[in-house]
């Protein structure tokens, strides 16, 4: 059965700081790999995805992921974070087009200015 | 840009009220999925649909719940006799058939269900 892990419920960062937020999946077969971000009162949106190729993989507002396969990770990371950037990351991984998505437990950044 | 929608936005119903929650999927696309999100728990599937028949479906997915595309535009999720562990936040979300597109899916921004 496929499933995620986020180890870091909550993380707080000062504005301009670096990130990496932890996401470890479980998956028999090549998994495809997405992280979510969910601001409150909103839906969740589509920051990046692996399928397969280059394992660095951008995303939108500057975020990138590495995948690892030796490690069945996929970190999130972004050099320099914005205020704007607090809100809830959710990994997900999928096994198969139009299947379901596993989703980690999520992680909430605060961003102290 | 095109995006998932989703009403109401907050449902409050009684125990053993059916509900009906609605969703309107991006035009364009094909696959249709719920998930549901219990306060302070991880994000769950609860089932996919292609082509008027449901492709998969978790668990979760009981008697009680049923889906249905009853025109070209909305997608709902009905529980036919609510409990109060049905408590919890429902995303919509839907996926595009074209080659390479597919395997992403695009969230709505959810309807909070309360089960009094």
């Known amino acids: 059965a496929q499933s995620v892990t986020q180890p870091d419920i909550h993380i707080t960062v000062s504005e301009g700081a670096s990130l990496e937020l932890r996401c470890n999946y479980s998956y028999g077969a090549t998994p495809y790999l997405f992280w979510y971000v969910q601001s409150p009162g909103q839906g969740l949106q589509l920051l990046l995805k692996y399928f397969s190729g280059d394992t660095l993989v951008q995303g939108i507002k500057g975020f990138e992921a590495e995948f690892k396969r030796s490690q069945s990770s996929f970190n999130l990371r972004k050099p320099s974070v914005h205020w704007s950037d607090a809100a809830e990351y959710f990994c997900?991984?999928?096994?198969?087009?139009?299947?379901?998505?596993?989703f980690g437990q999520g992680t909430i950044l605060t961003v102290h200015p | 840009e095109p995006e998932v929608t989703q009403t109401p936005s907050h449902q409050v119903t009684q125990m053993g009220q059916e509900v009906i929650l609605r969703c309107v999927p991006i035009?364009?696309?094909?696959?249709f999925y719920w998930y549901r999100q219990i306060l302070g728990q991880k994000v769950e599937f609860l089932v996919s649909?292609?082509?008027?028949?449901?492709?998969?479906k978790s668990e979760i997915f009981d008697d009680q719940f049923s889906v249905e595309r009853p025109d070209g535009s909305n997608f709902t999720l009905k529980i036919r006799s609510t409990k109060l562990e049905d408590s919890a936040m429902y995303f919509c979300?839907?996926?595009?058939?074209?080659?390479?597109?597919?395997?992403?899916?695009?969230f709505g921004p959810g309807t909070r269900l309360t089960v009094t």
């Open positions: 997900a991984v999928g096994g198969t087009s139009y299947g379901k998505l596993t």
């Open positions: 979300a839907s996926s595009d058939p074209t080659a390479g597109l597919e395997y992403e899916q695009y």
């Open positions: 035009s364009n696309h094909l696959y």
């Open positions: 649909f292609y082509n008027n028949e449901i492709s998969e």
